[in-house]
């Protein structure tokens, strides 16, 4: 009984540390939380929600600067997702780079940055497809890799 005893605290201690680390995925409650933003004209959430680099459409955007253009523009060009429908989403695959773009950058981004613990999502809403690379953080924080807008 001695001997059990250390052994559970052991067991208690890793279990806790391994929780400390634990990212829980994405959920549909995030990915519509992120389409509400930007329906809602929440440009600031966005660019904190952004990560960098971030690819928009085929480009590949390195600062803040840019990921604040990038979201303030499409609010104040009235860019809505009416009626948003979670088409699929499932882990990313290298694959995925070609809806993208073609380009080295991408598929480098694509092989270097992006991992399958990343989720890839497209939506439909009113015409428009949209794709969104997402990664769940510690704490249950959810950043935006990628965006691309297609017709649908």
Same mark, same amino acid.
């Not at 990915?31 to 930007?38: A, G, K, S, V």
């Not at 960098?52 to 104040?76: H, N």
């Not at 009113?126 to 691309?148: D, H, T």
């Given at each position: 009984?001695? =001997? &059990?005893?250390?052994?559970? &605290?052991?067991?208690?201690?890793?279990?806790?540390?391994? =929780?400390? /680390?634990?990212?829980?995925? @994405?959920?549909?409650?995030?990915?519509?939380? @992120? #389409? %509400?933003? &930007?329906?809602?004209?929440?440009?600031?959430?966005? !660019?904190?929600?952004?990560?960098?680099?971030? @690819?928009?459409?085929?480009? !590949?955007?390195? *600062?803040? +600067?840019?990921? $604040?253009?990038?979201?303030? /523009?499409?609010?104040?060009?009235?860019?809505?997702?009416?009626?948003?429908? !979670?088409?699929?989403? $499932?882990?990313?695959?290298?694959?995925?780079?070609?809806?993208? *773009?073609? *380009?080295?950058?991408?598929?480098?981004?694509?092989?270097? #940055?992006? +991992?399958?613990?990343?989720?890839?999502?497209?939506?439909?809403?009113?015409? $428009?497809?949209?794709?969104? @690379? &997402?990664?769940? %953080?510690?704490? /249950?924080?959810? +950043? !935006?890799?990628?965006?691309?807008?297609?017709?649908?």
């Amino acid at each position: 009984m001695k =001997c &059990l005893k250390p052994l559970l &605290l052991v067991m208690v201690l890793a279990l806790l540390a391994s =929780c400390a /680390g634990f990212k829980p995925g @994405i959920s549909d409650d995030d990915t519509m939380t @992120i #389409i %509400e933003n &930007l329906n809602s004209g929440q440009a600031e959430v966005l !660019i904190d929600s952004s990560a960098l680099p971030f @690819i928009f459409d085929s480009e !590949i955007l390195a *600062s803040e +600067s840019q990921l $604040r253009l990038l979201w303030t /523009g499409l609010i104040k060009a009235g860019y809505l997702l009416d009626a948003p429908v !979670i088409q699929q989403q $499932r882990p990313v695959q290298a694959g995925d780079a070609a809806l993208f *773009s073609e *380009s080295w950058e991408i598929k480098t981004y694509f092989k270097n #940055i992006l +991992s399958e613990e990343d989720v890839f999502v497209e939506i439909n809403a009113s015409g $428009r497809k949209v794709y969104m @690379i &997402l990664r769940s %953080e510690k704490k /249950g924080r959810v +950043s !935006i890799m990628a965006w691309k807008g297609v017709k649908a």
